[in-house]
């Protein structure tokens, strides 16, 4: 079973920020938070990872708690091409980096 | 970054025959890869571990005889669907894990196998 909880699905209106949570409550010291995306018919994009601190790039922001029991991906400015089902996986190098894929959440971003 | 590239992207075959998926890291080696199966609607299942001159490690439920795995090389992995029968329709998508210096595990574009 997934390590992770998403909410099935999500709106987000083209140009606002679009936050996605994720609940990882038994993750351990060594894992690391991914975040990925798939497009429908192609392969995962990876979007931002983090451990222990916020982590932003050109793409998104990653919000951990302090426990690290949960998280938040923030798009900030949504596009129509980021709608997209968005995966939320913890995994380390003791895994072999084989990740555990959940249901995800079905963002749709509306004009 | 590290580039992993899958081929063929789609391919249909009628039931019976074999077809054989190529995944390739570009510009980094990977002595281990892994390849997943993704229904309609449904989420990546990883199916088997492929090890570069060992054996591959499958997951409870996926047949190995079914499912063949080769990893001769350091930058290509092979997964063959032999005997493929239409519930073998999916995609398969093949990762390899994060090149040095890196922490993030890159996927391929993925395959779309139709069994008809």
């Known amino acids: 079973d997934a390590k992770t909880t998403q909410p099935p699905s999500m709106d987000c209106a083209e140009g606002r920020a679009a936050n996605l949570p994720c609940n990882h409550s038994?993750?351990?010291?060594?894992?690391?938070v991914y975040w990925y995306r798939q497009i429908h018919s192609q392969g995962p994009q990876y979007i931002i990872h983090?451990?222990?601190n916020n982590e932003t790039n050109e793409m998104a922001s990653l919000i951990i708690t302090e426990d690290r029991k949960s998280s938040t991906l923030i798009l900030p400015h949504a596009t129509l091409r980021d709608t997209a089902v968005y995966y939320c996986i913890v995994g380390s190098s003791n895994s072999g980096y084989a990740l555990n894929f959940g249901k995800g959440t079905s963002l749709l971003v509306t004009p | 970054g590290a580039v992993v590239s899958q081929h063929p992207s789609w391919v249909i075959c009628k039931s019976g025959t074999s077809v054989k998926i190529e995944c390739r890291s570009l510009?980094?080696?990977?002595?281990?890869m892994f390849w997943y199966r993704q229904f309609p609607k449904q989420s990546l299942m990883l199916m088997a571990t492929s090890n570069e001159g060992s054996k591959a490690t499958y997951e409870q439920g996926v047949e190995k005889d079914k499912f063949l795995i080769n990893h001769a090389s350091l930058t290509l992995s092979t997964l063959t669907v032999t005997s493929a029968h239409p519930e073998d329709s999916s995609f398969y998508i093949c990762s390899a894990p994060p090149a040095a210096g890196n922490t993030e595990a890159f996927f391929g574009q993925g395959t779309r196998l139709t069994v008809v």
């Open positions: 983090g451990l222990k």
């Open positions: 510009d980094f080696q990977a002595t281990t």
């Open positions: 038994t993750i351990s010291g060594n894992e690391y």
